[in-house]
């Protein structure tokens, strides 16, 4: 199975903390449905995509959208399909590494600043504390019922909106189309010096796939990757632009797509092979200014339409289903979906994991020569 192309993956989004990210416009009304979720006594968003669009228009017509990811582009695509949509509507949508929106979200809390009507963020644990707090709005758009338990609370305080996933991908061109790598063959000297990576220090998403290489393949395989001159860097997207680009063959803790196509690189998700993924939580805040449109942006974000035209294929609504060759992402017990949220919420157990990966990779912007940990260059 190969991964969409470069151009489709980066353009909707295909980084640290993406949106659904589908360039299709929804063309039809919200899917409603009359029945509250399991375990609450609220009803679904019952309005049409174009009547929350004339009642947002009557509200201002703004709308703020903080959404989590590595460069300020990467969400261009999302923002062009809602331009498409509903061309009134002035979306200002701000990417940035979820980590720094959320410290700004707590800090306009506390200085009565709020900016943004919409947090679309890969920090999990963020979304269940807001709630505790009294910041997120308790509200079920259209489809809500039939998102996955796990990718929504029972409250509607949060819903995700998109269906997520770290592994490795390497180019068939370099590798070999009848080659199939899994983690264990990437310290093997034949890849010493050709593999990209993010820094599992510095993404929470991609420390969690580092961990579970970790506990599956053991600290003598963190050491020997180590040693494997690996070219990491900043941004999860990091990776995929070293093997889409043809600059290195094997890319490690990034985003990709399963999805069968003619593309020569290949995105790993083998039974067997661990790999993480999670749904991408959204919420609307409380103390928004444009609480109607930001209703418009979770309707249209969940609709069947935008579902159905993610890059990745997988949805988080149970009633799609995902292209031939693709399992739902929650029927992948190798995905470790239930593992990530738990990982997310024990902040000191994740500084512990980030310090530890820390002095066997280097620091951020430091040296990556291993050694701090006793380790032998070369080992």
């Known amino acids: ?41 609220g009803r679904e968003e019952t309005r049409t995509l174009d009547e929350l669009y004339r009642a947002a228009l009557a509200e201002g017509g703004k709308l703020v959208v903080y959404a989590g990811g590595d460069t300020p582009t990467q969400q261009d695509g999302t923002k062009a399909a809602f331009k498409a949509r509903f061309p009134d509507i002035d979306l200002t949508l701000i990417v940035d590494y979820s980590k720094y929106h959320d410290v700004r979200v707590d800090n306009q809390f506390a200085t009565d600043t709020l900016v943004p009507d919409v947090v679309q963020l890969q920090t999990l644990q963020d979304f269940p504390r807001w709630k505790n ?24 305080a949060w819903v995700a909106t998109g269906a997520l996933a770290f592994s490795f991908m390497y180019s068939t061109t370099t590798v070999g189309s009848g080659v199939r790598l899994t983690p264990r063959d990437l310290v093997d000297p034949t890849w010493k010096g050709r593999i990209a990576s993010s820094y599992p220090h510095d993404d929470d998403a991609v420390l969690y796939l580092y961990t579970l290489y970790a506990r599956k393949y053991g600290w003598d395989w963190v050491a020997r990757f180590a040693a494997q001159d690996v070219r990491f860097a900043r941004g999860s997207n990091s990776p995929g632009d070293a093997v889409f680009g043809g600059e290195l063959p094997i890319g490690v803790g990034t985003a990709g797509s399963a999805v069968p196509s003619t593309s020569p690189v290949r995105f790993v998700i083998d039974d067997g092979v661990p790999f ?26 969940l609709s069947t339409e935008m579902q159905n035209g993610s890059f990745n294929g997988w949805s988080v609504r149970t009633d799609i289903t995902p292209p031939a060759g693709l399992k739902r992402i929650w029927e992948y017990p190798n995905g470790n979906l239930d593992g990530f949220p738990r990982f997310m919420e024990d ?12 002095l066997y990779f280097g620091e951020v912007k430091g040296d990556p020569t291993p050694g701090v940990l006793g380790l032998r260059p070369g080992a």
């Open 1 to 41: 199975m190969s991964s969409f192309s470069r151009r489709h993956v980066l353009a909707t989004g295909a980084g640290a903390a993406l949106g659904v990210g589908a360039f299709g416009a929804a063309a039809s009304p919200a899917a409603a449905s009359p029945a509250g979720s399991r375990g609450t006594g």
């Open 133 to 156: 707090e009294g910041r997120l709005l308790p509200y079920k758009p259209a489809g809500f019922s039939k998102v996955y338990d796990a990718f929504k609370d029972p409250q509607g």
């Open 276 to 301: 993480m993924s999670w749904g991408q939580r959204t919420a609307i805040l409380k103390q928004a200014k444009n609480t109607t449109a930001a209703k418009l942006f979770l309707n249209w974000q």
């Open 347 to 358: 902040r000191a157990a994740v500084e512990r994991w980030k310090q530890t990966f820390a």
